[in-house]
């Protein structure tokens, strides 16, 4: 069946450092990709995706590239800022469905 | 205009009752899906709903069922509770069933069993 693996975390940061997130996915088919952000005591928010091989998603600052090749979606930001600091979700869907498989979560800690 | 709620927020049940979770799904939005959140297993896929209608379903037990309404509004129901029940429970309404949609959470349900 299908699966997305991140990167275990914390991930901790200080201020204006370089990010990136390991995401990588098995799949039968031909998913769309996705980011997903969860703050503390929300629920989540969709931070950027890609539905094809070679998109790029990007969005506040965060991108990702659909690397078929590599079966990866890499979640990287230039310069983080301490309201960064949350849990992010890796997941893939197909068309003509809602179902999401996530990854387990990278926690992202971001000190000033 | 209003986002995807959920009520109750906070629940707690003993052991071997029963539950019922409520999301309404912003306006306009005709599939609904819900998903378990815990520590130990992530995110993990119950229901997949559009027009009353379950399109897909995960691998739970059958202790778990859900519903659509007419007004798209959903119910998901867990019978005969146990303790590694305990999570939250995240709804997300979206158009309709397709990847090119975005899907909105809403903030979830805790569910404590004790």
């Known amino acids: 069946g299908d699966s997305v693996t991140q990167m275990e975390g914390p991930v901790t940061l200080s201020e204006e450092a370089f990010l990136t997130i390991n995401c990588t996915y098995t799949a039968t088919g031909y998913p769309s990709l996705f980011w997903y952000v969860q703050y503390p005591g929300e629920g989540l928010q969709l931070l950027l995706k890609a539905t094809k091989a070679d998109d790029k998603g990007s969005n506040k600052g965060f991108e990702a590239t659909y690397r078929k090749e590599t079966t990866s979606f890499h979640l990287e930001k230039g310069s983080v800022q301490v309201s960064d600091s949350a849990v992010y979700f890796c997941a893939l869907s197909y068309s003509g469905y809602s179902t999401l498989t996530f990854g387990k979560g990278t926690m992202l800690l971001v000190s000033p | 205009k209003a986002g995807v709620t959920q009520t109750p927020r906070y629940l707690i049940k003993t052991r071997g009752q029963q539950v019922t979770l409520s999301c309404s799904p912003i306006?306009?939005?005709?599939?609904v899906s819900w998903y378990q959140q815990t520590p130990g297993q992530g995110l993990q896929f119950l229901f997949e709903y559009f027009s009353e209608t379950q399109r897909n379903k995960g691998n739970f037990p059958g202790r778990f069922s859900g519903r659509q309404f007419s007004n798209s509004r959903s119910e998901m129901n867990v019978s005969t509770l146990e303790l590694g029940d305990s999570a939250l429970y995240l709804c997300?309404?979206?158009?309709?069933?397709?990847?090119?949609?975005?899907?909105?959470f809403g903030p979830g349900t805790r569910l404590t069993v004790t």
């Open positions: 997300a309404s979206s158009l309709a069933p397709s990847g090119n949609y975005e899907q909105y």
């Open positions: 306006s306009g939005h005709r599939s």
